[in-house]
């Protein structure tokens, strides 16, 4: 096993600084609880959580020893820091190399693909790539979506609320009073997931231990030796859309003018077939989607994003009884990101005292 080595010394508290190298609003929070200093700053951090409520004096106490008091500060300068903090950038040799005080990179996610962690390893730069609960939450509502479709929820529901039935006998058996048809299953079919990322390869593991079968579509293949880990097939998204029998949405959201699954795709993917989004709602042309439910080309539709949000009250999908509709809380409470900044100032604490980090520890790794 090849360790990570400490050959820097623990960093002065004089000159401890901390980098955030995306401008991502989950990071952004981070870094405004460790350097908030006036009722402004605390009341932005409080309405990120809404409608959660928070106690600014107990969040104070997460950054114990990370005070400007404590000599540490948010630096603008990777060549300044001592810790680097990321959730997808990249963390080349050249910037190991021109960070000479560098002493921690903690990725906010299990994944360390754009970290060069030969360069981290040669140079005595710790390496924590920090698991996110709010991304099992993400993973577990998709799969929530595709079994609320199958076994067509919202209609059951309603249904029983609404009396729907046959008279029957008191303590009796009556197997789908309702008379719901289209009831099915996730065992046995099979499931295309756009974009394996973090969330998608999270749902790849739920929807296998449903027994179904994974495809995948990247810009990028994984390596084989990733693939049969994980357990999923790849096809460019055309074969992926004909062959999936559901599909769910984890590509990044986009700034380009076309969706990732616009009318040319919704019209190749399989007659009957299910599409969920947890993603963003602009991943997915709606009109198309709307025409393909509405005339039966599909099956379904999940959709925790919406192309609008609110999504309007009395708006055309709503009327919809192939269609599941939440109001993005996919990533479930956002106070999951207090659990994850109290890791991550937890690994800074050690880092600054020159110990290794105790959560999510890159070991041996290249």
Request: glycine share 10%; hydrophobic share 45%; with cysteine.
């Amino acid at each position: 096993m090849i360790e990570v080595s400490l050959s820097r010394p623990p960093a002065s508290r004089a000159t401890a600084g901390v980098a955030f190298l995306d401008d991502d609003h989950v990071l952004r929070v981070v870094r405004l609880l460790l350097t908030a200093r006036t009722d402004a700053d605390w009341a932005d951090v409080t309405e990120f959580f809404a409608p959660d409520r928070v106690d600014p004096a107990a969040l104070r106490g997460m950054r114990t020893g990370l005070e400007s008091a404590d000599g540490v500060a948010a630096v603008r300068s990777p060549a300044q820091a001592t810790v680097l903090v990321l959730r997808r950038g990249e963390v080349t040799r050249h910037l190991i190399e021109s960070s000479p005080r560098l002493r921690l990179v903690q990725r906010l996610g299990r994944r360390r693909d754009g970290i060069d962690l030969a360069a981290a390893r040669e140079h005595g730069v710790e390496v924590s790539c920090l698991a996110r609960p709010s991304l099992v939450c993400t993973a577990e509502h998709a799969i929530l979506l595709m079994l609320a479709l199958v076994k067509r929820l919202p209609v059951a529901d309603r249904a029983v609320r609404a009396g729907v039935a046959r008279p029957g006998t008191p303590g009796g058996v009556a197997f789908n009073w309702a008379g719901l048809t289209g009831l099915g299953r996730l065992a046995g079919r099979t499931l295309g997931i756009v974009g394996l990322g973090e969330v998608g390869g999270l749902v790849a593991e739920r929807a296998r231990a449903f027994g179904m079968r994974v495809l995948y579509s990247n810009p990028v293949r994984l390596p084989p030796s990733r693939e049969a880990e994980a357990g999923v097939e790849y096809r460019g998204l055309a074969g992926l859309l004909a062959e999936a029998d559901v599909v769910s949405l984890h590509a990044p959201g986009t700034t380009a003018r076309q969706p990732v699954l616009g009318r040319a795709e919704i019209a190749v993917m399989r007659p009957g077939a299910l599409l969920v989004n947890t993603s963003r709602g602009r991943l997915i042309d709606e009109d198309a989607l709307y025409e393909a439910l509405v005339e039966g080309r599909l099956g379904g539709a999940g959709l925790d994003v919406h192309h609008v949000e609110p999504r309007p009250a009395r708006d055309r999908f709503c009327a919809l009884d192939n269609v599941v509709l939440t109001p993005h809380i996919a990533g479930g409470s956002r106070l999951d990101v207090l659990e994850e900044a109290a890791l991550m100032f937890d690994n800074i604490r050690h880092a600054l005292a020159g110990e290794a980090p105790p959560y999510g520890r890159v070991v041996g790794a290249g």
